[in-house]
Structures are given as structure tokens and as C-alpha cells.
């Protein structure tokens, strides 16, 4: 297959990171859970113990691997990132599955994306004539060839400089050997929230993966923003342009669980106000509404009490 063929949509996917907690697999673990909503195809997971990192990337459903306690056992360390993918049509391989991991001459760096990277077939062709070998047809990773044939010295730099070379949706989890780093794109189309965890930063896609290990909800990330965590605490960096927030609104209506809240909006009671907003623009005589599919539960509960008071 060539990467023209898998020039399609990869939006629908779930981010998670946690720093400096012992049980950090498993916290990944229980978050990716919360997000499998956001993908079903695959899963991975990448671990660093102070000395190397550990991997394990399958397919399927996070139940079907990471609740066996030998694979959680394989990802040591106090901190770690995960990932649970969504495809399209002929996406859905092993070499797809994220998050990706590569060692520099400064150290190992795994990262893992939501969103699509609207220009990664030309940066991949350039790359590809610069001498990059790629493994996988996955937008993601671009980025890793872009880190590693930038011209800048200290790593953080690369990586801003490889992000400003990027165009369309994303949202970022990165692990390396001393950092914990998520960013947005400068559109701020696909979300990304930081939270923590008894002195434990953690980030992710939703605030439902924050819920369900008993974590606070600290703020989102803005747009444009890239987040350095480290032992030293939490650094804020703006490496791109200002610009016009474009939030995709089917996160509202369709990617989000309706337990979280984005942007300071709960989902459930969005989706409940929009099917109230459809029931005054086009009302219905009708005895029951019925929701397909299951995510429009909210919708069709507003479309009813709406109609009711028409």
C-alpha cells in the first residue's frame, strides 16, 4: 500500500500521559479505557524507568491486552504515554499502531497524535528524497523524521521547529527520558487537557480519562501551546503564529464522551441543547424520539422536552 492510499482521515483517536507516578502503566491503562470510545482498532504504550523505555503496541480493544498483568508488568517506569486509534479503510495495521518511538543522538522520544496533519504527503516525500526510511503509512510519523533531521541543537527546539512545519489537526502526547510534553495544534481543533494526579501531571484528550483514576482537572491546553513537564514542574512554550480558534465542533456532537467537559462546556449538555435547538427549527408530530446511534441518547432527550414545550 502507498501512502496515497492511506491519505484519509485519522481523527478520531485518544491521547494519554502521566508523569511521576509508580503505577503509571496502569494509569495509561485505565485512561486509554476511558477514551476507547475515541478508537477501537489499536492500542499502545510506552514506559521509561529512568534507564530505557519499554513498549507494547497491539490491536484491538484495550481490554483485550493491557488488563493482563504480564503486559502491564513489561512497562515499567514512573512515566508513560498511550494511545487508542481510530482508521479508515486499510489503516488498520500493526505498523500504524502508536504511539512511535525512535532513539536520537540525544535519546529515545515516543510520540503519539490525534488528528490529521493535512500536509503530511508532501513532507513525507520531501523527507523520503532527504533520505528517510520510513516503517509505517501513519501521518505521525512525519514528526519523528522531521525532529531528527532538524537543524536546531537542543532538542526542544527541534521538536518547535518540526511542529511549525505542520498544518491541519493535531493534538500531542511526547515522552522522552527527562520530559512529559503535549501541544495543539494553533487552530486548536482537536482537545488536550492537563490534570494531576497527587503531584502526578497527566494529559489527555478528555476529562472522562482524568475521572476515572480519581485525578483533578487543572486546565485545557490552549491552542498553539506546547507543555514541557518535567521534574522542575510544568513550562509553557508558544512556537507558532497566533491564530482564529477553529474547535471542531463534532467533538461536541460526536467524538466526545458525554461525561466530559470541554472548553468549560459539558458534552451531555450540548448534545441536550442542540436536540432542544432542532426541535424549534424543524418540530415533528410525533409520539417517541428514538436516538441512532447511542451518542445521540443527549440530543434526542432535548429533542422531546423541546418538542414539548412547543
Given amino acids: ?181 503535549g501541544c495543539r495544534d494553533k487552530l486548536g481543533v482537536r482537545p488536550l487537557v492537563l490534570g494531576d494526579l497527587d503531584g502526578s501531571y497527566i494529559l489527555a484528550s478528555e476529562t472522562c480519562a482524568l475521572d476515572i483514576i480519581g485525578a483533578r482537572f487543572v486546565r485545557d491546553i490552549d491552542p498553539g501551546e506546547l507543555v514541557i513537564i518535567t521534574d522542575r514542574g510544568i513550562k509553557s512554550l508558544r512556537p507558532f503564529d497566533e491564530a482564529k480558534k477553529r474547535f471542531c465542533i463534532f467533538e461536541y456532537v460526536y467524538f466526545a464522551r458525554p461525561d466530559s467537559v470541554i472548553e468549560g462546556n459539558s458534552v451531555y449538555d450540548i448534545r441536550k441543547q442542540i436536540g432542544v435547538e432542532l426541535a424549534k427549527e424543524s418540530p415533528a408530530d410525533a409520539d417517541i424520539v428514538v436516538p441512532v446511534p447511542d451518542s445521540g441518547v443527549p440530543a434526542a432527550i432535548g429533542y422531546a422536552q423541546g418538542a414539548g414545550s412547543i
Avoid: W
Fill in 1 to 181: 500500500m502507498s501512502f496515497l492510499d492511506d491519505d484519509k482521515l485519522r481523527e478520531e483517536c485518544g491521547v494519554f500521559g502521566i508523569f511521576n507516578n509508580e503505577d503509571a502503566a496502569t494509569l495509561t491503562t485505565l485512561g486509554l479505557h476511558a477514551l476507547q470510545h475515541r478508537g477501537q482498532e489499536g492500542a499502545g504504550i510506552v514506559s521509561f524507568d529512568g534507564q530505557q523505555f519499554h513498549a507494547e503496541r497491539h490491536m484491538g480493544l484495550i481490554s483485550d491486552t493491557f488488563t493482563k498483568k504480564s503486559v502491564i508488568d513489561r512497562l515499567d517506569g514512573h512515566r508513560a504515554i498511550g494511545h487508542t486509534r481510530y482508521s479508515t479503510t486499510g489503516g488498520d495495521e500493526m505498523r500504524n499502531v502508536q504511539p512511535f518511538f525512535a532513539e536520537f543522538s540525544g535519546g529515545g522520544f515516543a510520540v503519539a497524535h490525534n488528528g490529521n496533519i493535512t500536509n503530511a504527503m508532501t513532507l513525507r516525500l520531501e523527507l523520503q528524497k532527504a533520505g528517510a526510511i520510513f516503517q509505517s503509512t501513519s501521518d505521525t510519523e512525519t514528526v519523528l523524521h522531521l525532529i531528527a533531521m532538524g537543524k536546531e541543537t537542543m532538542f526542544v527546539d527541534r521538536l518547535q521547529e518540526a511542529l511549525r512545519r505542520l498544518e491541519g489537526a493535531f493534538s500531542f502526547v511526547g515522552l522522552t527520558n527527562k520530559k512529559l510534553i
